[in-house]
């Protein structure tokens, strides 16, 4: 998701423009089958819930069977996906690998 500060509040993507949504002044609009304001606030909430982490205190580890986001320090993941043979495939053929 790509987020654009607006002078009265937010505009969010998805990178494919399949999804987007507009915020303001307490109004949202939206298109596409993602809730992009659902997921924002979800997201915002984890953060508050787990302490309003920095930024930069995020990490990623790749390897050939899987990607984890972690926070803090690698083993602490907040996220894992496992990488399949077709999507390893795909990135050894030039083209974009997982979107975690």
Same mark, same amino acid.
């Given at each position: 998701?790509?987020?654009?500060?607006?002078?009265?509040?937010?505009?969010? %993507?998805?990178?494919?423009?399949? =999804? !987007? @949504?507009? =915020? @303001?002044?307490?109004?949202? !609009?939206?298109?596409?089958?993602?809730?992009?304001?659902?997921? @924002?606030?979800? %997201?915002?909430? !984890? $953060?508050?819930?787990? $302490?309003?982490?920095?930024?930069?205190?995020?990490?990623?580890?790749?390897?050939?069977?899987?990607?984890?986001?972690?926070?803090?320090?690698?083993?602490? =993941?907040?996220?894992?996906?496992?990488?399949?043979?077709?999507?390893?495939? %795909?990135? %050894?053929?030039?083209?974009?690998?997982? @979107?975690?």
């Amino acid at each position: 998701m790509v987020c654009w500060p607006q002078e009265d509040g937010w505009f969010l %993507a998805t990178e494919d423009g399949g =999804s !987007w @949504a507009r =915020s @303001a002044g307490g109004v949202s !609009w939206r298109h596409g089958p993602r809730d992009l304001v659902r997921e @924002a606030a979800d %997201a915002v909430e !984890w $953060g508050r819930e787990n $302490g309003s982490p920095p930024l930069f205190g995020f990490g990623v580890t790749v390897t050939r069977d899987r990607q984890e986001v972690w926070l803090g320090q690698p083993g602490t =993941s907040i996220r894992c996906v496992p990488t399949t043979d077709s999507r390893r495939s %795909a990135s %050894a053929e030039g083209e974009p690998g997982v @979107a975690v």
